[in-house]
């Protein structure tokens, strides 16, 4: 199944957008004074999420969409993920 530039955008908007609100409740429930480090991993994945977001609705429909940007999104995404593991 091939995904066309719209496709592609609504559903990474879609996987952005949900996992923008389980990061935010997760931000809303955690002790911030005993978890200061999972709390700035996860403010920065937030951030970035939410600057993806703008990147995908800030382009024009027929517009230029650099893949390379996205995949570095998410490769930060996943860096700051990690970063809550360790």
Partial sequence: MKLNEAGTRSLASAALVTFLAVVAVYLWLID????????????????????????????????????QWFLAGCLFLAFCLALTIL
């Avoid at 004074?33 to 800030?58: C, I, R, S, V, W």
């Fill in 32 to 67: 911030i004074l005993t978890m200061q480090k999972q709390f700035g991993a996860f403010l920065a994945a937030e951030l970035t999420a939410f600057a993806m977001l703008l990147y995908l609705y800030g382009r024009p429909i027929h517009g230029e969409f650099k893949k």
